[in-house]
């Protein structure tokens, strides 16, 4: 890895970075378009991503042929048509890139030119995974079927993998060396009618592996699962335990020499844990679980738990948290994976002969794939262990999986039972909410309970899958007042979503003005902002303050200093500041001393291109004691007010009482 590492560092490429050149590059896996992107009132077009191999560049009135591996991410819509293998040229901007497998990235913001047609193999594999796709449908059943089955996680969308990754069914969104296991299996047991010896049926579910490998493309995760696979895949058809160990390392030997970045890969590391839970631990606690349940529930109990023990310490030392919740998040999804696998599996292979049938095949197991993604969805609404990164966490979770093994068997028992009996009380957002800021990126979305499925809700975020998530795991059914501050993309995208299936009453947006009023229920809102002018969108945001027996708010949209100093001397202290623009360095001062929060929620997407939230804004509510929490660290926000005491929850697992003297 370090040689490789070198290399990469020292190559031309990595000598003009800054600077534009004329390149050639032929496409190693499929392009991808990235994360929607919000500047201001519009959306940034749309720009694509795959991983190249860079043939020639020609710079400084040079040209030189070579061979190194780079991304390109490129605006032009015609290269999501592409297909690995493809030669293309383009103007490009070389720039350093975080990525370590990679040399450099190189931008290209005009036309992409196409120089080879696909191979026949590559556009035959193309039309498979193009009609999973399109059999699929939408949705997040419709999105989960062609990444469990080939891969394709094209349609899935991030809100949908977070639930996933946080419900302990991440493993699930793409192949995975399970996926890789079943469909072995499978084409064994069908060489079985062919083949009448083990060992030329081992030779033809080799062959098919290779196939499905090509289909689902040979990138790094998948390499691993299919060695994975192929431990497992022996020793089954062996039935030689003993052979399971050594064929586990020389998976891991293989690997890690054809890609030595996998040695620092920590899904390389998950894969082989998890591998290695399935063959020492698995069968161990199938033969304790007998003695109590069927044999077919040991079965399905068993590989969730194995899994979940060998891969715990990695997860803490990279997550920071463990989930209590996907042991039995895997086990309410596992009977689902294998019909859906299987069925995929045939589904996509007939898709370009027979797309009809394809789709039938596909409706059979859509209500199974809706059934994992409800299950994600229900299992990430829990609350998670959170401990800390890195080494002490890794070490933490070893010493109590140790202390586990070593206690009496009934008090673990009774362990897990109370483990996961406060999980679920402490689940977010919990049942005694009032006020809740979803995590819908880079925008602001937030909701003030008034109970029964009732919220007002304030301005919907740029992303309606998202509000939509959102507002769900709050159970809202109906906004009687919908409040959109002013008409930036990244308040106002989501308006879809926010009104999807529910019953909406008020909307207030550039209809109210100052000194407008409205009750509903023990809620008093009253509007502080926009005065009669004409102002910049920012500065015309509607701003109100919210005040109930238990606590008070104050929301003033993308108000910056200029107005903001008009309304502070009218402004006293509240409970929950829903900070403006997302927390920007345009803040007036006097505004945040005249309100005090307790609490100061910042709306804020992850790695934002605007440097939000700004230093000097954290520092100034820090100043007036106020509790910061951002959507960016902490997730979406939930607080539940008692006669002005507050408690916080978070999406990620913080838990705060707060209390304001």
Not at 397 to 409: D, N, Q, Y
Request: contains cysteine; charged residues 15%.
């Amino acid at each position: 890895m370090s040689l490789r590492q070198q290399s990469l560092q020292s190559s031309l490429v990595a000598k003009h970075f800054g600077e534009s050149a004329e390149v050639t590059a032929q496409l190693t896996t499929d392009p991808h378009q990235s994360a929607k992107r919000v500047s201001g009132q519009n959306f940034l077009p749309p720009s694509y991503s795959a991983l190249a191999s860079l043939r020639e560049i020609q710079i400084d009135g040079l040209t030189y042929k070579l061979h190194i591996p780079v991304r390109l991410i490129a605006t032009d819509r015609e290269i999501a048509k592409l297909l690995p293998g493809q030669k293309v040229s383009a103007r490009v901007q070389i720039t350093r890139s975080k990525e370590p497998r990679v040399a450099a990235l190189l931008l290209a913001n005009t036309e992409v030119k196409v120089i080879t047609e696909p191979t026949r193999w590559a556009a035959a594999l193309g039309n498979i995974r193009l009609g999973l796709r399109e059999a699929s449908g939408t949705g997040d059943a419709g999105s989960l079927i062609p990444g469990m089955v080939l891969g394709d996680t094209s349609l899935q969308s991030e809100n949908f993998r977070t639930d996933m990754r946080r419900s302990g069914l991440t493993h699930l969104v793409a192949v995975s060396g399970a996926n890789f296991a079943i469909v072995s299996a499978f084409i064994l047991w069908c060489a079985q009618f062919l083949f009448r010896t083990m060992r030329f049926r081992i030779i033809a579910t080799a062959i098919a592996l290779i196939a499905f490998i090509a289909l689902v493309r040979p990138s790094p995760s998948v390499l691993r699962a299919a060695a994975m696979a192929a431990v497992l895949l022996i020793a089954y058809a062996t039935k030689r335990g003993s052979d399971s160990l050594p064929a586990l390392g020389f998976a891991i030997a293989a690997v890690v020499i054809g890609d030595p970045w996998q040695g620092r890969d920590p899904g390389f590391a998950l894969s082989v844990l998890a591998t290695a839970g399935l063959l020492l631990f698995s069968p161990k606690i199938i033969s304790y679980l007998e003695r109590w349940l069927p044999n077919f529930a040991a079965q399905a109990i068993a590989p969730p738990i194995a899994a979940m023990v060998f891969c715990a310490p990695v997860i803490v030392a990279i997550a920071g948290y463990l989930s209590p919740m996907s042991i039995l998040a895997n086990l309410l999804a596992a009977p689902a994976v294998a019909p859906i696998t299987i069925i995929g599996f045939i589904a996509a292979l007939i898709s370009p002969l027979l797309p009809q049938l394809s789709v039938l095949l596909v409706t059979c197991v859509k209500p199974l794939a809706w059934w994992i993604a409800s299950v994600a969805d229900w299992a990430a609404g829990f609350r998670v262990l959170t401990l800390s990164k890195g080494l002490i966490g890794f070490t933490v979770a070893v010493l109590v999986i140790a202390l586990i093994f070593t206690l009496p068997r009934k008090v673990f028992i009774a362990g897990l039972l109370l483990l996961l009996s406060l999980s679920y009380l402490q689940r977010f957002p919990g049942s005694d909410w009032q006020v809740a800021n979803c995590d819908i990126g880079q925008g602001d979305g937030s909701a003030i309970n008034l109970g029964n499925h009732r919220a007002i809700v304030i301005d919907t975020g740029p992303d309606p899958e998202l509000i939509d998530r959102c507002l769900k795991q709050l159970s809202i059914r109906e906004i009687p007042l919908l409040i959109l501050t002013h008409g930036h993309a990244d308040h106002i995208a989501g308006l879809s979503g926010a009104v999807r299936g529910r019953r909406v009453g008020t909307t207030w947006f550039g209809n109210v003005h100052r000194g407008t009023s409205a009750q509903l229920g023990s809620a008093k809102i009253k509007v502080l902002w926009p005065d009669s002018g004409q102002y910049d969108p920012n500065n015309s945001s509607i701003a109100v303050r919210i005040d109930t027996p238990d606590f008070s708010l104050f929301a003033g949209g993308d108000m910056e200093p200029l107005t903001q100093a008009v309304i502070a001397p009218e402004l006293t202290h509240v409970d929950i500041y829903k900070v403006c623009h997302h927390g920007s360095a345009y803040q007036d001062e006097s505004l945040v001393r005249h309100l005090s929060p307790q609490v100061a929620m910042i709306s804020v997407g992850a790695g934002n291109s605007y440097g939000h939230p700004a230093p000097k804004t954290l520092a100034l509510l820090e100043q007036v004691g106020a509790k910061v929490l951002r959507t960016d660290v902490d997730g979406a926000i939930a607080v539940a007010a008692h006669r002005h005491r507050l408690k916080v929850r978070t999406g990620k697992g913080n838990l705060n009482f707060i209390r304001w003297e």
